[in-house]
C-alpha cells in the first residue's frame, strides 16, 4: 500500500466499517478557486464541532471507523509526508479513530481513490464485511472507491460540481445526516420489552445480503419506493401491468426507464413463439443497460427457452430466467448462462410453498447448483409475506422480488410481539364496538 496505515491501529474484527475520506469529512477542506484542498499543516486544521461524538456513537454501534486518503502532493513535492502523518497524528488524537490509510501516490495507482485498494486492504486486515460497511465521502472519486469494493456510498455536499462516474447510495448534506442514517438503518433491531420472541434479534432489512427488487408496475409506487435504500432493484411483467390499466408496454417501460436509470429494472417477453421471443428479448434489452430481459423457462406448448436463453446469454444479454421451479430446470439454466452475462435465475418459491412443500430446503439445493456460476444470481420469486425476506437470506438467493403489499411491512420489522398482541386486542374490541353488536 502506499503509505499504509498509520495512527490509531487496532484488531477491531467488528465485521462491518465506516470509511470515511479526510478532507472535506472530517476536517474542513481548504477552497481555492471553488475547489477543494487539503489543510498544509495541523494550524489548517479546523474539524467540524460535534464531529468526535458522531463519530463515538458510530464506534458504540460497533463499526470500525477507517480513514482512506488520497495525498498525492508528496508525490507531486508540494508537501511533505511528515505534515501529513502530523496531521493525521493530531485528527487520531481528537476523534475516535480505528485506522487511518493514506495513500501518496500520484497518477493511476491501486490504491489512489477511486481505486479501492485502500479499502480492500484494510477489510482484509480488519476482517471486514464490505457489504454491509460504508464509504462517506465529498468527492466523486470516494463514491467510485467505495461502489468498487462493494461498499454501501454516502456522497456528502454537491461533489464540487465534478462529473459523477458512480451514484453513491446517498447523497446528504453533512456527517451528522450521514451518521444518522447509518445509524437509523443498520442498527440490529431490539425487540420491545413487551414482547418476548422467539429469536433474541431481527435484523434490519439493510444489513441483509439479499437484493430486494420491489415487484409491481404502478409508477408512482415504483418511484416512491426508489428512495428507500433497501430496494436494490425492480421488476415487473404483462400481467401486473394489465392490472394497474397500462396500455402501451414499451412507452410504460421506456417512461419508467428515464426515472430508473441505475439500479436493475426486469421486463418480460410474452410471446409464445420462439422466434418472436427472441425479437421481443432483443427490443427489450435496447431500452436501457439496466434492464433485465425476462424470459421463461417453456412456452405454453412446454417448448424449452434453453436454447434461446443460451443464445441470449453468450451474447452479452443481462437475463432473467423465470418461472423455474424444478430442480432439472435450475441445473438447465446454470448451464445455459454460466459464462455468459450477469442474469438471475427466478425460481418461484411461494408457488413451491402453494403445494404444501416447504422451499428453503429447495433453495438451498438450488444455491448449491449456481455456486459454480458466479454471474448468475438464484432469485427467489412468488414472495408471499415478510419472512421470505429472511429465508431468501438464509438460503443464499441473490435477489427477492417483493410486491408493494408486501414491502409496506417492512416498518414492522423487529417490533415487540407482546406490543402487537395488545394492538390485535385493542382492534378486536375498535371493531366490536364500532359494529354495535350486543350480547
Known amino acids: ?17 465506516v470509511f470515511l475520506d479526510r478532507d472535506g469529512v472530517l476536517n474542513r477542506a481548504i477552497m481555492r478557486d471553488g475547489r477543494p484542498y487539503p489543510p498544509g499543516d495541523v494550524a489548517a486544521v479546523e474539524i467540524p464541532a460535534g464531529a468526535a461524538q458522531l463519530l463515538g456513537r458510530l464506534k458504540s454501534a460497533g463499526f470500525d471507523l477507517v480513514v482512506v486518503t ?4 508528496v508525490a ?4 511533505t509526508r511528515a505534515r501529513i502523518e502530523a ?33 480492500l486492504d484494510a477489510a482484509r486486515r480488519r476482517g471486514l464485511d464490505l457489504a454491509r460497511s460504508w464509504m462517506v465521502g465529498d468527492r466523486h472519486s470516494d463514491i467510485l472507491a467505495g461502489a468498487r469494493a462493494g461498499c454501501r456510498t454516502i456522497l456528502l455536499g454537491s461533489g464540487y460540481g465534478e462529473a459523477a462516474s458512480a451514484a453513491p447510495t446517498l447523497q446528504l448534506a453533512d456527517l451528522g445526516e450521514a451518521v444518522q442514517h447509518i445509524l437509523s438503518h443498520d442498527a440490529i433491531i431490539e425487540p420491545h420489552p413487551l414482547g418476548h420472541p422467539m429469536s433474541d434479534l431481527v435484523i434490519n432489512p439493510t444489513q441483509l445480503k439479499v437484493q ?27 400481467s401486473l401491468m394489465a392490472k394497474v390499466g397500462i396500455k402501451d408496454y414499451p412507452a410504460f417501460a421506456k417512461d419508467l426507464l428515464t426515472s430508473i436509470t441505475v439500479k436493475p429494472v426486469s421486463f418480460e417477453v410474452f410471446s409464445d413463439d420462439l422466434v418472436d ?38 451474447e452479452g444479454v443481462k437475463l432473467n430466467v423465470t418461472a423455474l421451479l424444478t430442480l432439472k430446470q435450475v441445473v438447465e439454466t446454470a448451464d445455459a448462462v454460466r459464462g455468459g452475462a450477469p442474469s438471475v435465475v427466478s425460481v418461484f418459491a411461494g408457488r413451491i410453498a402453494d403445494t404444501g412443500r416447504d422451499p428453503v430446503p429447495y433453495m438451498h439445493a438450488c444455491a448449491a447448483i449456481l455456486e459454480d ?44 410481539l407482546g406490543e402487537m398482541s395488545l394492538d390485535t386486542v385493542k382492534g378486536f374490541l375498535k371493531d366490536s364496538t364500532g359494529a354495535g353488536f350486543k350480547l
Request: proline fraction near 8%; charged fraction near 20%; glycine fraction near 10%.
Open 1 to 17: 500500500m502506499a503509505g499504509g496505515p498509520q495512527a490509531g491501529a487496532g484488531p477491531g474484527h467488528r465485521g462491518r466499517a
Open 70 to 73: 488520497n495525498q498525492p502532493d
Open 76 to 79: 507531486r513535492g508540494t508537501q
Open 87 to 119: 496531521i493525521n497524528a493530531h485528527l487520531a488524537a481528537l476523534l475516535p479513530l480505528d485506522e487511518v490509510v493514506v495513500c501518496y501516490a500520484d497518477g493511476d495507482h491501486p490504491d489512489r481513490k477511486p481505486n479501492p485498494g485502500m479499502l
Open 212 to 238: 430486494i427488487w420491489a415487484d409491481g408496475a404502478d409508477k408512482a409506487g415504483i418511484l416512491e419506493l426508489d428512495k428507500n435504500p433497501v430496494i436494490k432493484g425492480f421488476t415487473t411483467n404483462p
Open 277 to 314: 421471443m427472441e425479437r421481443q428479448a432483443r427490443l427489450i434489452t435496447t431500452w436501457g443497460k439496466n434492464v433485465y430481459t425476462k424470459i421463461p423457462i417453456t412456452n405454453t406448448k412446454g417448448e424449452s427457452c434453453i436454447p434461446l436463453i443460451r443464445k441470449l446469454a453468450k
Open 373 to 416: 456460476v458466479p454471474s448468475a444470481m438464484l432469485l427467489w420469486a412468488s414472495t408471499r409475506e415478510l419472512l421470505n425476506i429472511y429465508q431468501a437470506e438464509e438460503t443464499r438467493c441473490g435477489v427477492i422480488t417483493v410486491p408493494h403489499d408486501v414491502l409496506k411491512k417492512l416498518s414492522g420489522v423487529g417490533r415487540g
